[in-house]
């Protein structure tokens, strides 16, 4: 492949070269953590969600890339993830409005399916891999004006910030070290969803049953207006 995605990378470790994860970036030759400045997390930037607001704003200043990616050094590939599966799904995600989309997750409360691959839901938690795209941007640079940025995750910001939250099933990233679908440091969303405890394959069953619930045009993208 002749292109390079712009990656972002999170660790809290100085010696974030040595990590599992960002060596598993680098031997797949597509993902540019060099694209710029800001690209490495520090601890001098306070939160990651003050970092994320920051980056994005150098992102629209730069002008020349349509999507980003995120990911923690709790990222891990699942075996049979290929470089084609990757792109694939993040260009499927873009022709459906995706304004963000997960290469995994541990919880989350209703997942409907609008793809092959691919499923919107509302609340969701714990992610190593983020794809941001560029109608997400504005949004997300102009956090840096709100004081609130500095006491909250990346997940409570990015729900309440945005509608279009999608992310890819059968999953293309996992976290390392943590089990799907177990809750073991329940906190700020503890009483947000009643089905953050079905594990996700029995979500994706469910809603899958009942697909016709959900008002999703495939011409225009999602409408929330009788979702919620």
Known sequence: MNFTIPTLYYSLSKNYTIDKAYKSLNDRNIFDMSFCSKAIYSDKYGTAATWLSQVTSEIIEKAEDDLF??????L???????NKDICNRIVEAGNN????LLGN???ARDLYKVG??????????????LVVYKSAFRKIADLLKQEEIKDVCIEQFLISL???KFVCYPFLTLNRNFKL????N?????????????????QINKYNEKREQFPYDEAKGCSFDKLL
Do not use: P, R
């Open 69 to 74: 990616v995120v990911c923690s050094s709790e």
């Open 76 to 82: 891990s590939f699942t075996q049979n993830t290929k």
């Open 97 to 100: 409005g995706a304004q963000i």
């Open 105 to 107: 997750l541990d919880t």
């Open 116 to 129: 092959d691959y691919l499923y919107w839901t509302d609340v969701f938690f714990h992610t190593s891999f």
């Open 162 to 164: 945005l509608d279009y």
């Open 181 to 184: 679908g177990m809750n073991n």
């Open 186 to 202: 329940q906190t700020w969303y503890n009483n947000v969803t009643s089905h953050f405890y079905e594990g996700i394959e029995a």
